[in-house]
């Protein structure tokens, strides 16, 4: 059943594609909901699969973050003006990588070099921030704060290497959607707050976004 609806996420991403690229600006929202709902679902089969209470220390964290991260797609798909619907969007990813690295610390406990390479990679990311050609409106701030949130996820996304044996499926696809993630987000940096994008960018988000949201919610399912 999770493959049907990864299936149909996709389908309705295209959709949304195809709305954003024709200029229909209530379609491409109710298709971004639509999609993300997909991955939601998805989620929710595989909680549904796997009762024991191990799994599902793992399973239902990461179900409440599909679920913020959905709140986030429909914040910003109605996001025009880079106002308060842009915050809380921005707040609402915030809480989904907590509530991914919550899911992820119980997979695999925290370890000193998870905090350094936590600090390497959001040292990076500012550099990205503070250097770029960005026009922030203000928004620096609450940048820089989602920043070091989804840094520290995308280390302990990969840190489930060192901890495979458990279940090397769901730690491959969880390292595969915490890259595709992070790489999502950068490009739709340069969407939002770059200067003359083209349209590819925000599919290229899209595509990279959408990809990430279903690896992980494949792995509660592997």
């Known amino acids: 059943m999770y493959l049907i609806l990864e299936g149909l996420m996709f389908l309705a ?17 109710l298709f971004k909901g639509l999609t993300s709902l997909f991955f939601v679902l998805a989620g929710v089969c595989g ?10 220390l793992f399973s239902g964290p990461v179900c409440i973050a ?20 842009f915050v809380l969007g921005v707040v609402g990813f915030a809480a ?28 990076g990311l500012a550099l990205v921030l503070m250097t770029g050609d960005f026009d922030f409106q ?6 820089l704060g989602y920043a ?16 495979r044996q458990r279940n090397i499926k769901v730690s491959v696809l969880v390292m595969l959607g915490g890259v595709l993630f992070l790489l999502s ?18 599919w290229a988000n899209w595509i990279l976004y959408y990809m990430a949201q279903g690896c992980l919610s494949a792995s509660l399912s592997a």
């Open 13 to 29: 991403l295209a959709g949304l594609l195809a709305a954003f690229h024709s200029g229909f600006f209530v379609w491409a929202v």
């Open 47 to 56: 909680y549904i699969k796997y009762k024991d209470r191990e799994r599902r």
């Open 66 to 85: 599909l679920l913020f991260s959905m709140a986030g797609d429909v914040l910003l798909a109605v996001d025009q003006n880079r106002g308060i619907f």
């Open 96 to 123: 989904a990588h907590v509530m991914f690295s919550l899911s992820f610390c119980r997979m695999c406990a925290v370890e000193k070099k998870d905090m350094v390479c936590t600090a390497v990679l959001f040292a």
């Open 138 to 143: 203000g928004l620096l701030p609450v940048l």
């Open 148 to 163: 070091a949130v989804i840094s520290f996820m995308l280390v302990k996304a990969l840190s489930l290497w060192r901890c």
């Open 185 to 202: 987000d950068v490009v739709l940096l340069y969407w939002l707050f770059g200067v003359g994008m083209p349209e590819g960018v925000q």
